[in-house]
């Protein structure tokens, strides 16, 4: 800390005379230990915060620390046995740090959340890591050591022109690097990057291969995609029509009524296009810690008295099948009702007129369901994997054919992942449609889980 203790050859006054080695003493607000530098012994001091004590991790890294400084002294030798002992421990000594240092390497590419090979140049793996092992479809990173590469990496698909022994030629024998896409099995996606070993830096040739999983990249990439064609298209084609409405024929020769009939039913789908999309946006980004103690029953209560005057109109009864009275959980209750009236929304639209929709409600244990009915023509193969996705198009075939941009599920998605649940599509027949929002609330004891 550039402070001057003492002159040399002048004793240490207390608290620094009594200083051990590789143990540190406070004194004020800071922190002294003694270390032997060479041919001398330093103290050495460290800037503490008077009210933190050091202990755990920080006090192993206060030792690491002084370890740095610490230069045992070498005592010369008067004989040849001595002389060879000494050798010995330094053999010994260089031995540990090498093992340690190994130790150290091994331990941070295991914590790397990227995958690392490293071929040398008859193209075997002499260095890998735990993701490279799981990116390649192997368990161990021990599997990959002395294998050849190329039959490895033929494990990934190339995104592109590139093939495996076109890339690996231009890597050994031009030492130019290479990037691009792959795929794995199942829906992994990753990058790479190859890059041919600097021969006079490490003295052999080879190359570095790092693997990244850019899954969650791309998918926001496909998001923003879809989010982008869902406002240049579905929220501006109303919009569009509105417009061309106002510069028609019977916008200068019609009634104000009738031109006020046909811009009305556009208005309100951009209306509620745009509602959707921001009522999706506010879903994802909502605050689980601001949750507290909703009762499901009256959500339930609350959409099917919000949604009664649509079902009405088209003479839908609306049935309750309650098999509890009330069920408690941690939620937020604007989403639960939204997430619900949308469910039922749902099950009207694609319901015959003078059907039924059907809200059933169970609890076992600590989750509860609740699944909505309704008597549509169900839903098609085609659609069933995709239904709750984000910007979908989706639509069910029946006498009355209605289609929709797919926000609705979508929604109830998120807000059920909100809630540490799932929505599942268990019935899609052509008797109807049955969804059920399963979460977790408070078991009959009372315990949350």
């Known amino acids: ?11 240490l006054e207390p608290p620094y005379a009594d200083l051990q080695p590789g143990h540190w003493r406070r004194v004020g607000a800071e922190l002294w230990t003694k270390i032997q530098h060479s041919d001398s012994v330093w103290l050495l001091g460290l800037s503490w915060p008077r009210t933190a004590v050091p202990q755990g991790r920080a006090l192993r890294l206060l030792k690491d620390f002084a370890a740095q400084f610490n230069w045992p002294r070498e005592v010369e030798s008067s004989s040849t046995l001595e002389q060879v002992e000494r050798r010995i421990r330094q053999v010994q000594q260089a031995s540990a740090r090498l093992a340690q240092m190994r130790g150290f390497i091994n331990t941070a590419l295991g914590q790397m959340d990227d995958g690392l090979l490293v071929v040398n140049s008859i193209g075997r793996v002499i260095l890998s890591n735990p993701r490279a092992a799981h990116y390649l479809g192997l368990k161990n990173e021990t599997e990959l050591m002395g294998k050849e590469a190329q039959p490895l990496l033929q494990y990934l698909e190339i995104q592109g022109e590139h093939v495996w022994s076109e890339v690996l030629g231009r890597l050994f024998i031009q030492g130019q690097p290479v990037r691009f896409e792959a795929r794995g099995p199942g829906e992994l ?101 601001s949750f507290s103690d909703t009762d499901f029953v009256a959500v339930i209560y609350n959409a099917m008295d919000e949604i009664y005057v649509q079902a009405q109109q088209r003479g839908i009864r609306l049935v309750r099948q309650l098999e509890v009275e009330e069920v408690w959980l941690r939620g937020n209750v604007a989403l639960l009702e939204r997430a619900l009236l949308n469910l039922l929304g749902n099950a009207i639209k694609f319901s015959p007129d003078g059907g039924s929709v059907t809200v059933h409600l169970a609890r076992t244990g600590s989750r509860l369901e609740c699944c909505v009915r309704d008597q549509g023509p169900g839903v098609s193969p085609e659609l069933r994997e995709t ?52 979460l977790p609330c408070e078991s009959g004891d009372g315990v949350v889980s």
């Open 1 to 11: 800390n550039g402070r001057l203790l003492h002159q040399a050859g002048e004793p």
């Open 189 to 289: 996606e990753l990058y790479l990057q190859l890059q041919p070993l600097d021969e006079q830096g490490v003295g052999m040739h080879g190359m570095i291969i790092n693997l990244s999983d850019i899954g969650a990249l791309k998918q926001v990439e496909r998001t923003r995609a879809e989010m982008l064609n869902f406002l240049s298209h579905d929220i501006r084609s109303p919009i569009t029509s509105m417009l061309s409405l106002t510069q028609s024929k019977l916008a200068t020769e019609g009634s104000a009524a009738q031109l006020a009939d046909r811009i009305e039913p556009l208005a309100r789908r951009s209306l509620k296009l745009a509602d959707d999309f921001l009522q999706q946006a506010r879903a994802e980004v909502a605050d689980t810690t």
């Open 387 to 438: 239904i709750f996705l984000p910007f979908r198009h989706g639509e069910q075939q029946g006498q009355d054919q209605r289609s929709g941009v797919g926000l609705g599920l979508s929604f109830v998605k998120v807000v059920a992942e909100k809630h540490h649940g799932s929505i599942e599509l268990r019935d899609a027949t052509e008797d109807g449609a049955l969804f059920c929002l399963v």
